[in-house]
């Protein structure tokens, strides 16, 4: 059994996004429109209050922060202070962006998810180092965890409502993908995949919303080969960081339990840490 411990006393309503870089995780909370990082070597915590929900965020190499705000991709300075971007989205008030991740030449990729449950109005976008975006996806319900594999040719992807872990190949030069495969089929857990990252040894681990925890998947054989329970049923994302890399850091969300729900997992909404006996892999800065 894994010890999964809460960090920090901040509670999200909708934690996501988590991402490890320069010795703080940071994440957000979609839903009170917060952006929060925490510094575990000086024991310290921050919080920023933004105008729009952000679904996710990344470092810059240039400083600051590149976020997938629910209307676009914006620039994020420490003060808060936000500079758009690039709304593709601008003429569908029924999506929201959501999750997102840098690839390893440093873009952004996010995509948007249907603000109820409309299915295929949504899209996956990759934001270049010139700050131009491009249609990656479409037909896309609720575009949630991405990831790479260590030499760069693989995309992982998840879009919630389809319950599998699709792989596409990659182009590192220019951002393509193609050839769309299925790797691991979730339809029969409990619970529905969310965000995901890739440890060292090429293993997927993927948060279970409404499924108490995070499984880890092999995607060269599609079997799951680790459970992480978590005390919190709305797992949404997860991360490694620490000195090593050997941390998984975990987000979780209370948004839409029942009062009797929250007396049961009094812990949900917070950020879980715990050790999984594996590496992962660092982030990626916004080249642009």
């Known amino acids: 059994m894994y010890q999964v411990d809460a960090v920090t006393g901040i509670v999200s309503t909708l934690?996501?996004?988590?991402?490890?870089?320069?010795?703080?995780?940071?994440?957000?909370?979609?839903?009170?429109?917060?952006?929060?990082?925490?510094?575990?070597?000086?024991?310290?915590?921050?919080?920023?209050?933004?105008?729009?929900?952000?679904?996710?965020?990344v470092p810059r190499e240039k400083g600051g922060w590149?976020?997938?705000?629910?209307?676009?991709?914006?620039?994020?300075?420490?003060?808060?202070?936000?500079?758009?971007?690039?709304?593709?989205?601008?003429?569908?008030?029924?999506?929201?962006?959501?999750?997102?991740?840098?690839?390893?030449?440093?873009?952004?990729?996010?995509?948007?998810m249907a603000r109820n449950s409309e299915r295929g109005i949504a899209a996956l976008y990759m934001l270049d180092v010139h700050g131009r975006v491009h249609v990656r996806l479409t037909g896309v319900s609720c575009s949630n965890g991405l990831c790479w594999s260590s030499d760069g040719t693989v995309m992982y992807y998840i879009d919630t409502p389809l319950r599998r872990v699709d792989a596409f190949d990659f182009d590192p030069e220019t951002?393509?993908?193609?050839?769309?495969r299925t790797v691991i089929d979730l339809e029969g857990e409990i619970g529905i995949p969310d965000g995901m990252t890739i440890d060292s040894e090429g293993n997927l681990w993927i948060a279970l919303w409404n499924g108490g925890c995070v499984i880890c998947c092999?995607?060269?054989?599609?079997?799951?080969?680790?459970?992480?329970?978590?005390?919190?049923?709305r797992v949404t994302s997860c991360t490694f960081g620490g000195e090593d890399l050997g941390d998984l850091y975990i987000t979780t969300a209370r948004i839409g339990l029942t009062d009797e729900e929250l007396a049961e997992q009094p812990l949900a909404g917070r950020l879980f840490r715990t050790r999984v006996g594996v590496r992962g892999t660092p982030a990626v800065a916004y080249a642009g």
């Open 15 to 57: 934690g996501e996004g988590p991402v490890w870089y320069d010795g703080t995780l940071h994440w957000v909370d979609i839903a009170e429109k917060r952006v929060h990082g925490y510094n575990p070597g000086r024991a310290e915590w921050s919080s920023l209050q933004l105008p729009k929900m952000v679904g996710a965020l």
């Open 66 to 112: 590149v976020i997938a705000q629910e209307t676009g991709f914006a620039f994020l300075d420490a003060h808060g202070r936000v500079e758009h971007i690039a709304d593709p989205e601008s003429h569908e008030p029924r999506t929201r962006f959501n999750d997102g991740k840098c690839d390893p030449r440093g873009r952004f990729w996010a995509g948007t």
């Open 175 to 180: 951002g393509a993908i193609a050839n769309c």
């Open 218 to 233: 092999d995607p060269r054989t599609g079997t799951v080969v680790e459970r992480v329970p978590v005390p919190a049923s």
